[in-house]
């Protein structure tokens, strides 16, 4: 196949990482951003998220992880106020927070000892007693004996989050190519050369890995590329009753599932973390698992009409931390790929990154998330 043009930047994959970091490409000025998506911009993992921006809830000490997670975390506000402004597309950031409840003994301990460690680091965090934490949200189950607070902790609205990044990319005029796969990323003596799609060969010094779980099927010849995993995750929606418009308005987590509800009154509930290879069925099992451990949460959810149940694909590298900044052995291949459970949250964090390594040669901040980390463990497939 002949050349089909040429790019500054080739974008590989149009979720949530790729259109953010197209769009950040082309707010510093990079005129000639081509991002590639194999099938749908915002189709795939970024389409099936709950959108919590929940980092404290789920941490249990601090590290470079949870610092990058609370950084992308407070850069929300501003990243989603700035969309809007761009597109008119108000992504719904709720900010009402996240209530994390105990359930059982183990629970409560769990949240005792999150409580200690995040009070001594001088996060925001609130505990709660059983009547408190139902004064806040009155559908929670009985068997509460505590709860913590997390105001920080909060939520957005994932599709209306894509939506609002593609009309931003049209804006900015970047090429957003669909129903395209990128095969192979071609490079000479150390440098790239070009991204070879099903609809030809696109010429550029610079490539951006952020194909999500399917990133590692990219051939790059001469050098390989870090294995990224597909974690599926199940997830229950329900409807609005019309009695009752929203049974909560805080996240609400336990350790076993969590509620999310949405400002138009829906209810998310998940979810499941499965080894299925790259099948996205939903499952008996998995929908089951999800209606007990709501159920466990909040006895109301059992009037709510169900309205949607899904799956999608978590991208996972080998020790679960994302994979972000070039690559030590080929010059111009950049990787923003295995955000796994955080893609959402991790989003301005990562087109900040990769787009002050890109243009301004700024080495990231910790090494640990570099793509060399893999030497020992990467595949070619
Ligand atoms: C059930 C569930 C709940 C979740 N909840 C949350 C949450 O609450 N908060 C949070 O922060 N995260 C959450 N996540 C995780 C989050 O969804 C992912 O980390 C994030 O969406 C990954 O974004 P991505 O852009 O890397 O991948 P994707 O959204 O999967 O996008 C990758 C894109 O690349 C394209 N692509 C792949 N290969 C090629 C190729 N060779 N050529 C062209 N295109 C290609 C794909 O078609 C796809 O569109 C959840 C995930 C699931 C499944």
């Not at 709720?94 to 999150?114: M, P, S, W």
Request: glycine share 10%; hydrophobic share 40%; charged share 20%.
């Amino acid at each position: 196949m002949g050349q089909l043009e040429t790019a500054d930047v080739v974008v590989i994959g149009g979720g949530v990482i790729g259109l953010t970091i197209a769009r950040a490409l082309a707010l510093r000025g990079v005129r000639n951003v081509v991002l590639v998506e194999r099938a749908n911009l915002g189709a795939e993992a970024s389409f099936a998220a709950a959108g919590m921006l929940a980092p404290q809830a789920e941490a249990d000490y601090a590290d470079g992880f949870f610092d990058l997670c609370c950084q992308s975390r407070d850069m929300y506000p501003t990243f989603a106020a700035a969309l809007r402004e761009e597109t008119g597309i108000d992504s719904e950031l709720d900010q009402t927070g996240t209530l994390y409840v105990a359930l059982t003994e183990q629970d409560q301990r769990e949240i005792d000892h999150r409580y200690d460690w995040q009070v001594r680091a001088g996060l925001s965090i609130q505990k709660l007693g059983p009547i408190d934490a139902q004064a806040l949200e009155s559908c929670i189950s009985q068997n509460l004996s505590g709860a913590l607070k997390f105001p920080n902790d909060i939520q957005i609205e994932n599709r209306r989050l894509l939506n609002a990044l593609v009309a931003a990319n049209e804006k900015l005029g970047v090429r957003l190519m669909t129903g395209t796969t990128v095969g192979s990323i071609r490079s000479d003596r150390g440098r790239i050369e070009g991204a070879e799609t099903s609809r030809g060969f696109i010429s550029t010094g610079t490539v951006v890995v952020s194909g999500g779980a399917w990133s590692s099927f990219i051939k790059v010849l001469d050098s390989p590329i870090p294995r990224i995993e597909p974690v599926r995750g199940q997830m229950v929606c329900f409807g609005s009753s019309q009695s009752r418009p929203c049974i909560a308005r805080h996240v609400i987590y336990s350790r076993r599932g969590y509620l999310v509800p949405r400002l138009d009154g829906r209810v998310l509930a998940g979810s499941t973390t499965e080894q299925a290879g790259f099948n996205k069925v939903v499952t008996a099992s998995g929908v089951h698992s999800i209606l007990s451990n709501a159920l466990e949460i909040s006895q109301r959810i059992s009037d709510l009409p169900l309205v949607g149940v899904w799956a999608g694909l978590r991208p996972r590298a080998q020790d679960s931390w994302p994979v972000l900044g070039p690559s030590g052995e080929i010059q111009g291949l950049v990787f923003a790929t295995g955000h796994y459970r955080n893609g959402i949250l991790l989003a301005p964090i990562t087109g900040k990154l990769i787009v002050d390594a890109i243009v301004d040669n700024v080495v990231l901040p910790d090494p640990a998330f570099g793509p060399d980390r893999f030497a020992n463990v990467r595949v070619n497939r």
